[in-house]
């Protein structure tokens, strides 16, 4: 009877309670569970890339490109007229001769007679001059004959024939003149380089009938050629026209093979398409061939370096760190991001230089901020305590690792 009340009363009551202590601990599980995972998602962490800042004294530079082409073109045309004589052999396409080198001949018949003509003609005056000086001898004593009758008068520079005398000196340097023309014409027979040169082309031959408007050659100055190449307004002002530059082409003269080329001159003229700066350059003795020299061809399309003006206290920074607000992030010695703004000196193709005020211990993004903020803690991979197989594989890595930058954990 006491057994049937006390299982009929008490278990009841003993299931509740088993019943809420169950739930009391289902609770309290849920309440720790949460403080589990934040705990656990405070310690995963993003990758990021820094890098070391380094300020120093620099030189830009640039690198541009550009077509050579020839200082002096020049078409060769005949002085006078005729047949063509003689060709010099190596007067060809292609062929080099030198400054003042006979590229043709025309026949002289025609000119050489009329220079013996010219040269008779002045025989002539000077006949026709001493002529006239007897005659104003003999005008003279007649004139001293008649002084002694002081009832004539007469016009003494008549009576003198110094007017007939006058015109006999100018026939004498007329026709000197006219043999002088002459000896020029005759000598025109024969054509000339007009300086060290190749020859471009050739369109005449042996007994071609030529006139002064008929041309004979095409030739090009080889002592020097011209570079034209095109530079932005910005690296435009700091460019230094004092220094060398250096010209490439390393798909035809292999790596490392370059010459020296000067500045000429700033083409008053910006390009058509992109409006930039043109710069003329000069390329000295472009026809040395041997292994510091090689040879640059005209239409040769080159590489150019041009050095600018030296920066002063720069500090250097990659492109893709610099953001739009002209500031870029760091990781400071406290380990937080922190931004930096910066003074833009010059944007190269591959750096920029910049003025800042970098403190000590900072070290830049190399990566895409993305979700950041400033002062958000920053905690360093040489932190953890890395097993012996890791440890070995970075230091076998090690040269790779410095060129990329430093990698921390956020």
């Known amino acids: 009877m006491h057994r049937l009340f006390f299982s009929k009363k008490i278990l009841p009551l003993l299931i509740i309670l088993l019943g809420v202590l169950a739930g009391y601990m289902i609770l309290d599980s849920g309440k720790h569970k949460p403080k589990r995972i934040l705990k656990q998602d405070t310690k995963r962490f993003r990758t990021v890339q820094t890098s070391i800042l380094e300020r120093t004294s620099v030189i830009p530079t640039w690198t541009a490109s550009g077509f050579v082409i020839a200082a002096e073109s020049v078409k060769i045309h005949p002085r006078v007229s005729g047949n063509i004589e003689f060709i010099n052999p190596l007067a060809i396409p292609g062929g080099l001769l030198k400054k003042g080198q006979w590229l043709a001949s025309l026949e002289t018949i025609e000119y050489q007679l009329a220079y013996e003509s010219k040269q008779a003609e002045l025989e002539q005056a000077k006949a026709s001059f001493e002529l006239a000086v007897a005659d104003q001898t003999l005008a003279r004593e007649e004139l001293h004959l008649l002084g002694n009758n002081s009832g004539l008068t007469v016009d003494q520079s008549l009576v003198l024939r110094e007017p007939q005398l006058t015109a006999a000196k100018a026939k004498i340097a007329i026709a000197k003149n006219n043999l002088k023309k002459a000896e020029l014409n005759r000598a025109r027979t024969r054509v000339s380089m007009p300086f060290d040169g190749k020859v471009v082309s050739k369109t005449v031959g042996q007994g071609s009938k030529v006139s002064t408007n008929t041309t004979l050659f095409s030739v090009v100055n080889t002592d020097v050629y011209w570079l034209e190449v095109k530079i932005p307004h910005k690296f435009f ?76 206290n720069a500090w250097t920074i990659k492109h893709s760190w610099l953001q739009a607000d002209h500031t870029i992030w760091v990781v400071d010695q406290n380990s937080t991001l922190q931004k930096r703004h910066v003074e833009v000196l010059f944007k190269g193709r591959d750096d920029v230089y910049v003025r800042t005020k970098i403190k000590q211990g900072d070290r830049a993004l190399a990566e895409k901020p993305g979700i950041a903020s400033i002062g958000l803690v920053v905690k360093t991979r040489k932190n953890r305590v890395p097993s012996l197989a890791k440890k070995q594989d970075r230091v076998k890595n090690q040269k790779s690792i410095n060129k990329k930058g430093h990698t921390d954990e956020i």
Do not use: C, Y
């Open 237 to 312: 002002k700091i460019l230094d026209k004092q220094q060398p530059v250096t010209i490439s082409q390393s798909r035809l003269w292999g790596e490392g093979v370059h010459r020296k080329a000067n500045f000429v001159s700033v083409l008053p003229e910006l390009d058509s398409k992109d409006r930039q700066v043109k710069v003329l350059l000069s390329i000295e003795t472009p026809l040395a061939e041997d292994s510091e020299h090689p040879t640059v061809f005209i239409n040769d399309f080159l590489n150019v370096q041009l050095m600018g003006k030296p920066i002063k």
